[in-house]
């Protein structure tokens, strides 16, 4: 007589949805086949370590991301800071413990040097839409940058760079990370631009969750430190010209003069 054993069926792994919106280097065009940047290696990666989670990149944008979030249609943001347009949103945070900055980037002229930095007053700015940037205490509505900083609004920080190598802007704030990766693709704007030694903010990301969502704070936690342990995140992180940090010793620098 034969004898079947029956087995409890494998329970599927819970689905973590993850709001992505094009935030070069971290996440390059969400919404396409086949994003790019940090953000979808990190999730192949946490897909690749376990079975109990699979993380879904959901395509968002950068100012839809809060009702996105608040309506439910992701569980977990990463590389966020709560300074970012959060305030009163419900949520739990997690610290990433990695580091990036934003740094000013001005054309290089004779005679130009860091003290060209000292002051925005004058300067016509290239600027990211629906960024919050330190000098503008984080405040991101886009007349008001066009009104007090003669602010020129794209959606790209290659269009932001090539104004100023171009003329036709004064300044603009690009993430250190990216600037990095930028003049490892073009080698020959290196010298054209000049990078300011001090910065606008200092990231210190964060992943925000969903509150009662399908993953915590600590399980995600918990989740990182395996990747961290196994080489996989510094591998990553390298990658992208980012920084693991274990304490709160970055310090944003002092304001600048407007």
Known sequence: MLTLCLLPPAMAAQLVRVGAYHFPPYVTKPESPAPGG??????AALNAAQDDYRFELLP??????????IQGRYDLILFESPNWGW???????LDLHISDAEVYVARAEPGRGQDYFASLKGKRMALYSGYHYGFAGFNSDQEYLRRTFSAVLTYSHDSNLRMLLHGRAELSVVPRSYLHLYQQSNPQERERLLVSARTDQVYHHHALLRRNGPLGAQALAELLARLQASGRLAQLLER?????????????ADPMQL
């Open 60 to 69: 968002t944008s950068v100012t839809r991301r809060y009702r996105d979030f």
């Open 87 to 93: 305030q009163g949103v419900e949520m739990d945070k």
């Open 240 to 252: 992208y010209q980012l920084h693991a940090t274990t304490d709160a010793a970055l310090e944003q």
């Open 38 to 43: 940090l953000l979808p290696e990190l999730l």
